[in-house]
C-alpha cells in the first residue's frame, strides 16, 4: 500500500504564497507521475500540475508562470510552489502518485487551500 500525507494547505491573501508538500510512503525515484488535483464543491476535478518520469512537468493553463511542481527524490517528497495567488485557486488540492502506467493512481488526504481577502 502507499499512503501519500499532504501538508501545506491554508488561508493567504491574493497575491501571497503557500508550498504544497506531499510525501509517500515508498520510493518516488521511479514513479511515472506524481502531482496535484484540485476541486471546489459542484465543479469538476482539475489536472492543477504533474511532474514524470526524467523530470518532465506539465501544469493547468491557469497556473502556468505562478506555480511550481519539484521532487526531493531523498526525501521521498513533492513541492507544488504556489506563488500570485489569486481567489480563484481556491479548492482542496489532492496529491496523486502513480507507479506505472499500468496501475491505478494513489491519492491523499487533501488539503484546503484558500485565498481570500
Known amino acids: 500500500q502507499v499512503q501519500l500525507v499532504e501538508s501545506g494547505g491554508g488561508l493567504v491573501q491574493p497575491g501571497g504564497s503557500l508550498r504544497l508538500s506531499c510525501a509517500a510512503s515508498?520510493?518516488?525515484?521511479?514513479?511515472?507521475?506524481m502531482g496535484w488535483y484540485r476541486q471546489v464543491p459542484g465543479k469538476q476535478r482539475e489536472l492543477v500540475a504533474h511532474?514524470?518520469?526524467?523530470?518532465?512537468?506539465n501544469y493547468a493553463d491557469s497556473v502556468k508562470g505562478r506555480f511550481t511542481i519539484s521532487r526531493d527524490n531523498a526525501k521521498d517528497t513533492v513541492y507544488l510552489q504556489m506563488n500570485s495567488l489569486k481567489p480563484e485557486d481556491t479548492a482542496v488540492y489532492y496529491c496523486?502518485?502513480?507507479?506505472?502506467?499500468?496501475?491505478?493512481?494513489?491519492w491523499g488526504q487533501g488539503t484546503q487551500v484558500t485565498v481570500s481577502s
Open positions: 515508498v520510493s518516488i525515484s521511479s514513479i511515472y507521475a
Open positions: 496523486y502518485l502513480k507507479r506505472n502506467i499500468f496501475q491505478n493512481a494513489y
Open positions: 511532474i514524470i518520469s526524467g523530470g518532465t512537468t
